[in-house]
């Protein structure tokens, strides 16, 4: 049996961050809003400083999930920082001064900073109290002879950075959700078998991520064709993730070009440049563990949609997305 969209836009209604939730983490995001303008407009310096600042991710890409106790709400920080030529160069410079920054608006919070064995940053982060939301760090500095372009570190340390452009990133989200209504609910779903399955990178450890799922879904799109059937957009993921012979992903509008040799086992540009891997947490392991979840459900799509009975149906799609799998309306 075919589940229809509004089948399914049920069940992405009960796994996605509900509106009238919103409001209490909107309130703590307006607050830093003005802390962080207040603090841009009231700074003096003229040596280095931060100049602006936006907000990133899934939140502002609107492809949010409902928290759960190992899924918190995240949100990305993304500060400017300019005044200083080597902090391109010098990563651990560019941390501590975010830091301390962090702490002149923050005093009264702890900043978890998480280095690694050799003492390089590799993430900051705030957490809120009573909502839980947390805040991932993200400090890019911006270059000079390009527009829109930035230095940004590489998260999880390694003491290495690229380029890319975090407002290209964010109006490549933009206009795929523009010329397809559905593609914020395939995205979310998919995102959700990842947690459901636990697929995604936990710490150091190697795992698919949201940016990953986002870009293939994207890729998809652009290739094959825009897809507004949700439970067609989903299996079309779920058959192409599970070929052997999964393409490199690159994107017609990023500058430069896809590295002749990487070492992960698939590689999925960054749409505004194709010399940055998004797949670079997935090793070989994690990967035959994501195509072989990936295989399993497809199979049992196609065996869902042989069924008569909406209860058999139903079945097999708990298998993929676990038992709060529900396409009735929440009250």
Known sequence: MKLTNTQLQNFIGRIKLKEENMQKYRDQINNLKESLEKKIKEDKRTGMKVTKYLLAGSWKKRTILRPTGENPIDIDLVLYVEGDE?????????????????????????????????????????????????????????????????????????????????????????????????????????????????LKPVGDEPGLSSFVIELIVSHLELVEGIENDIESGIIRFFRFVSDPNFPIIKFKDAINSVPTTFDTPIYVADPTNNDNNAAKKLDNTIWKEIINEANDAFDSLFIAQSKIGEGDTIEEWKHIFGPKFNITKED
Do not use: C, M
């Open 86 to 198: 080597s902090l391109k160069d010098d990563l651990k410079k560019l941390h501590d001064f975010i830091v301390e920054y962090l702490k002149d608006i923050y005093p009264n919070k702890d900043i978890d900073r998480d280095v690694d064995a050799e003492g390089n940053t590799k993430s900051i982060k705030i957490t809120f109290s009573g909502t839980g939301l947390e805040l991932d760090i993200v400090p890019v500095v911006p270059i000079s002879n390009t527009s829109e372009y930035v230095w940004q570190p590489q998260r999880g340390g390694g003491g290495k950075r690229y380029v890319t452009s975090v407002t290209k990133q964010l109006d490549f989200a933009r206009e795929r959700k523009e010329k397809n209504t559905s593609f914020t609910s395939i995205v979310r779903a998919i995102k959700w078998w990842k947690n459901y399955k636990e």
